[in-house]
């Protein structure tokens, strides 16, 4: 039986337990925008499979499940059968502490073979503004309640006093405890497949899972062989205040090393990134250039990333980092393909919109809170030989924009316009990409907060290309006053409202013609 057979069988069961999750999720946010991800690991917690869900996730598994395992091996915690661990700590988990991180094992036949593991971003983690991403945050205490690693279940039954102390500290407890039992039952429905797989082949699962890591490496090194061997540099910059400077150094060898001396030092702001999202930034660009190779361990062991403890992309705790996995990882991937621009011209694409500007509101309305979260797509930077790709998500997030029809029935918003941003692509050969423009009306007393960039400086362009438009937010007053807002921002909502959100367009790619 060829080992590839089992291989592919094992990322669907990963796809499988990702379907279970979108569609058993209570928020719109999972269920509508898929913010979710998931991983099928070997007994030893290497990454044998993913679905294709979100790159700053994906990536991040690499880094946060070495984490979970030496944080439980320091604590003495065994899983047995039945269990399944809980934790959002970003130093552990490698994103943010809306990304709920889910790992449970497999058994089969009374003997640990993998672990399946996913995340799910939670709408409310709890803090001070909806949403629990805070752009005022100088620390992860100022943005939500932190979970260590706990067993959230214990030989198959719910620790419902854990999930308690949990939704007591969450805006919307009934939403928050629909998305975890979402994610507790996803799992459950990978790792059933998984059994199903050594049900069926028995060892020659576990061996086609380590040929599957080893052929990754494999593919991974023989494209990396055929790329320009040396060392290439670049810069791009986070807009928090004053310019935040992201410096790489690429070095192309065997496989692909980057190291971020250079990069400014941490702040006490929300756009710190932890090490995990550093990571899944730099292998992102390595992976799009690195043709059809398995997204395993074998790829991931052929990138390799160092940032100085203390800066912006490896901070010392307790550092906000909510931002960090949402802002800093689009600047990390345009700084790593700039430097990959450098090395090979004719195959990088100018930079993408760079933001996931995020939307978040919230307040009570009738006798309930209601918490929403959104990013809202961009502009893909023209590439050789086409132009950008209008009115997506970009780079480190493959999440969708939540439906018109879903947000207005399920939220006192009214929807005004969401349309092609026309004319913020950069000129070029190839233009870049529109941005979007995305409005809506307050309907009730509304916390509105948004955490963004590319607001002063527009994605660049490549080979004379020009760059994209900057982005733009602001509020129009019924009384007909425009108050412009800043990228980072928490303001209050009347009745009436009407926030626009214009997202930007893609780099150009070569000289106009």
Known sequence: MSWELIYRATVFAAEEAGIALKKSAVSPNIRERMD??????????RIVAQAEHIPVHLGSFYVGVKNLFKALEKEGVELEEGDAVAVNDPYISGTHLNDVMVLTPVYWRGRLVAYVVNKAHHVDIG???????????RTIYEEGFVLPPVKIMRRGELNRELLSVWLANVKTPEVAAGDLNAQIAANREGAR?????????????????????????????????????GVYEAEDYLEGGRLLKIRVRLK??????ADYVGTDPQMEAPLNAVFGVTFAATAFPIRCLAGDVPTNEGFYSCVKAEAPEGTLLNPKKPAAVAGGNL????????????ALAAAMPERVPAAGSGTMMNVMMGGMYGDRYW??????????????????????????????????????????????????????????????????????KALAPTRLAILADRFK??????????????????????????????????????????VVIETPGGGGWGTPL
């Open 193 to 229: 497949r998984v059994a199903e797989l050594f049900d069926k082949y028995g060892g020659r699962a576990a061996e086609a899972w380590r040929r599957a890591v080893e052929y990754g490496r494999e593919l991974t090194e023989r494209e990396v062989e055929k790329w320009p061997r």
């Open 327 to 338: 802002e800093t990882s689009q600047r990390v991937a345009d700084v790593v393909f700039k």
């Open 36 to 45: 979710h991800s998931v991983a099928v690991l070997d007994a030893e917690g």
């Open 252 to 257: 192309i060898g065997r496989c692909v090393e």
């Open 371 to 440: 918490s929403y979260y959104e990013t809202v797509g961009g502009g893909t930077g023209g590439r050789p030989g086409k132009d950008g790709v209008s009115g997506v998500h970009v780079n480190m997030t493959s999440t969708l924009n939540t439906p018109v029809e879903i947000a207005e029935r399920t939220y006192p918003l009214l929807f005004t316009a969401y349309r092609i941003r026309e004319g913020s692509g950069g000129a070029g050969r190839w233009r870049g990409g529109d941005g979007i423009i995305r409005a809506f």
């Open 457 to 498: 400086i527009g994605p660049w362009g490549l080979n004379g290309g020009g760059s994209g438009k900057p982005g733009r937010a602001y509020i129009k007053k019924p009384d007909g006053r425009v108050v412009e807002l800043h990228s980072k921002t928490v303001v209050d909502l009347e009745p009436g409202d009407e």
């Open 127 to 137: 803090g001070p503004v909806p949403g629990s991403i805070n752009p005022n945050a």
